[in-house]
Every structure is written in C-alpha cells, then in structure tokens.
C-alpha cells in the first residue's frame, strides 16, 4: 500500500485545514489508520487514529475536540479535520496504515508527509 499524504499549508492561529490520505497500489478498507506527526527536534507523536470501519476514534488530548478523523473506503481515503488550529500544532502530519493503536511501531506503511504550519 502506498500512502499519499495532502492538504498541509500555512494557516493563522484559529484557522482549520483539512488533511487528507489517499491510499493506492492497494486498499486500507480492512485497517486501522493513523495520523501522527513531528516537530523539528521531536520525537514523531500520535494524533488520531481510525479503526477500519470507522465506528471507532481515539485522539490525543492535545487535539481532542479540535480534530476529527474520519474516513471514506469507496474512496480509499482517510480525512483529519483540524479545526481551532494552535502554533504549536505546527508539524509534519504523516499518516499511517496498521491497527487500531496509538504507538508508531503498530503501523506498518507509512506516507510522506505534509507539512501543516500555523502561525500565530
């Protein structure tokens, strides 16, 4: 499966974005998947994460009440709706194929990233 990550950019503090990712050469309709991401000097941190139906969500404090993950299986797209954006949201967003879990080594592919910068 590849993972293609899309929808970062520059936005001002209290704004949203929303993050999409699109798998190909395969399907993710049967797993878990995951948004993370990393700060310049930081280790990469958990964000979101879907299960495969998308009945179930779990999100890290940090963003809870401000994201939402969700997803499309026709579409073979997951979304994270980022909304009431902070400066210090301010990362690399990668999303990621696995299970339904919170830590990185669960997650088996992996996109290239999108770079969300949010400035205050």
């Known amino acids: 499966v590849q993972l293609q990550a899309s929808g970062g950019g520059l936005v001002q503090a209290g704004g949203s974005l929303r993050l999409s990712c699109e798998a190909s050469r395969g399907t993710f309709s049967n797993n878990g998947v995951g948004w993370f991401r990393q700060s310049p000097g930081k280790e990469r941190e958990f964000v979101a994460v879907i299960n495969w139906s998308g009945a179930m969500t779990y999100y890290a404090d940090s963003v809870k009440g401000r994201f939402t993950i969700s997803r499309d299986n026709a579409k073979n797209t997951v979304y994270l709706q980022m909304n009431s954006l902070k400066p210090e949201d301010t990362a690399v967003y990668y999303c990621?194929?696995?299970?339904?879990?919170?830590?990185?080594?669960?997650?088996?592919?992996w996109g290239q990233g999108t770079l969300v910068t949010v400035s205050s």
């Open positions: 990621a194929v696995g299970t339904y879990d919170t830590k990185t080594e669960d997650y088996n592919y």
